[in-house]
């Protein structure tokens, strides 16, 4: 079983930067791959980023390509989503979620673990 807990949100004018962490607890994690998803109100759960068990491979969603970074730190079961030039479009309740399987899985069916989200706000 994986536990997760996100932090690191808050509110931060457009143009700033947040770093968001999940930490996990769990036996399995460091073979897990673990995605950010976001979901703002009164729509549905996007992808954001996911990053491979050994944190060689990552990839991103079109709208955060360039801005966001994700990383992980198995020592410290814990990955980050460290997001620059943030954009009033991009609040939302930020998840990060955990495949203890390690496949490679781009949509939320495909994670088997979730935490409970932290909440960023960008102001114009």
């Known amino acids: 079983q994986v536990q997760l807990v996100e932090s690191g949100g808050g509110l931060q004018q457009a143009g700033g930067s947040l770093r968001l962490s999940c930490a996990a607890s769990?036996?399995?994690?460091?073979?897990?791959?673990v995605g950010w998803f976001r979901q703002a109100p009164g729509k549905e759960r996007d992808f954001v980023a996911r990053?491979?068990?050994?944190?060689?491979?990552?990839s991103y969603a079109g709208f955060v390509k360039g801005r966001f970074t994700i990383s992980r730190d198995n020592a410290k079961n814990t990955v980050y989503l460290q997001m620059n030039n943030l954009k009033p479009d991009d609040t939302a309740v930020y998840y990060c979620?955990?495949?203890?399987?390690?496949?490679?899985?781009?949509?939320?069916?495909?994670?088997?673990?979730w935490g409970q989200g932290t909440q960023v706000t960008v102001s114009s």
């Open positions: 769990g036996r399995t994690f460091s073979r897990s791959t």
């Open positions: 979620a955990a495949d203890p399987q390690g496949t490679w899985p781009l949509g939320s069916r495909g994670y088997e673990y």
């Open positions: 990053i491979s068990w050994t944190g060689g491979t990552t």
